[in-house]
């Protein structure tokens, strides 16, 4: 390749000094292709590398996703679409304890109902007393 650059650098209608210029550019633009040539190969090796990992990642991806969509159908189980029993559900919603007390849920107010005549316990005057007289009751019959 080399030769036939001198020749045609030999052939042009120019003076020596300048004919040595153009055989210097020459040469140091064949090293530069040199050079470039060299770092085509190991971009080539590296591309070829990482065409491998690519393939292998997407068969990991593949096989991920295969896994991903095994793991959202067995979420999606219940004892309403599967012979399992309705105490293995696990994201069955729970029932909101409404403001009733009892936590069945209705809306209805507490106590008695309309037209149903309740009867009431006597209030007793104070929780001392009612106890002395207990305590009094249980000493009387002692005494007896």
Known sequence: MTANFSELINGLNIDES?????????????????????IVAEQAKLIEGQSKLIEEQVLVIKSQGTEILELQRQLKMDS???????????????K?????VTGRGGSSNRG????HKGTTLNQ??????????CWSNVVVAVEI
């Open 18 to 38: 300048s004919k040595a210029i153009v055989q210097k550019i020459v040469a140091e633009m064949l090293c530069v292709i040199a050079e470039n040539d060299k």
């Open 80 to 94: 309403s679409n599967s012979s399992l029993p309705p105490s293995s559900d696990m994201n069955k919603k729970k």
């Open 96 to 100: 909101k304890p409404d403001d009733d």
């Open 112 to 115: 008695g109902k309309h037209g």
């Open 124 to 133: 007793v005057k104070s929780q001392i007393e009612s106890r002395r007289s």
